[in-house]
T-cell receptor
Framework: KAGVTQTPRYLIKTRGQQVTLSCSPI?????VSWYQQTPGQGLQFLFE???????NKGNFPGRFSGRQFSNSRSEMNVSTLELGDSALYLC??????????????FGPGTRLTVL | AQSVTQPDIHITVSEGASLELRCNYS??????LFWYVQSPGQGLQLLLK??????LVQGIKGFEAEFKRSQSSFNLRKPSVHWSDAAEYFC????????????FGTGTRLTIIP
């Protein structure tokens, strides 16, 4: 089975721009979660999508949004980029059920640099 | 709100030596606890998890962890480390209904010396 894939792997943007990151989960997985990883804050939960609906949400501003398609693929969008948005963005998928109980399978991440 | 503390930012051990990585959590009910490992340039991989039952859980790659409710701890152990164990290790706690997110600790970077 192919693992979780994320595209692009690296991205450089400037302040004020917007960016869209993509995640393809493991086949059969219906839950996709997004995390922001930075050296100072560690891993922080952004949101989770299940069956095209946002099911859980972290404490990030509205500039961070996401969506999930019928094939479970997910996109994350960040508008009006700030320097502090520079981070590794990780996507994780699981089969479904309760997010807090299930093993999540992580992709390699997208490294976003905001200049 | 749930939280996780990993007090050791960086640990260095010799190959073949034993290892213990500390994790303390804060959560009002019985927690769901996880240990994940992240190798350079890769995503996280689950090592083991605890939901209930036996407080000593076995994971992949020879790792084990012990849940101690009285100490709010879930320390990760390995009797003999290998050079390939060099990585960053994350402890995480999962919430319950209404707060399902996983909260991760800030991680412990493990360096192995020959």
């Amino acid at each position: 089975k192919a693992g979780v894939t994320q595209t692009p792997r690296y991205l450089i943007k400037t302040r004020g721009q917007q960016v869209t990151l993509s995640c393809s989960p493991i086949s059969g997985h219906r839950s996709v979660s997004w995390y922001q990883q930075t050296p100072g804050q560690g891993l922080q939960f952004l949101f989770e999508y299940f069956s095209e609906t946002q099911r859980n949400k972290g404490n990030f501003p509205g500039r961070f949004s996401g969506r999930q398609f019928s094939n479970s693929r997910s996109e994350m969008n960040v508008s009006t980029l700030e320097l502090g948005d520079s981070a590794l963005y990780l996507c994780a998928s699981s089969w479904g059920g309760r997010l807090a109980q299930n093993e999540q399978f992580f992709g390699p991440g997208t490294r976003l640099t905001v200049l | 709100a749930q939280s996780v503390t990993q007090p050791d930012i960086h640990i260095t051990v010799s190959e073949g030596a034993s290892l213990e990585l500390r994790c303390n959590y804060s959560y009002g009910a019985t927690p769901y606890l996880f240990w994940y490992v992240q190798s350079p340039g890769q995503g996280l991989q689950l090592l083991l998890k605890y939901f209930s039952g036996d407080t000593l859980v076995q994971g992949i790659k020879g790792f084990e962890a012990e849940f101690k409710r009285s100490q709010s701890s879930f320390n990760l152990r390995k009797p003999s480390v290998h050079w390939s164990d060099a990585a960053e290790y994350f402890c995480a706690v999962g919430g319950n209904f209404g707060n399902e997110k996983l909260t991760f600790g800030t991680g412990t970077r493990l360096t192995i010396i020959p």
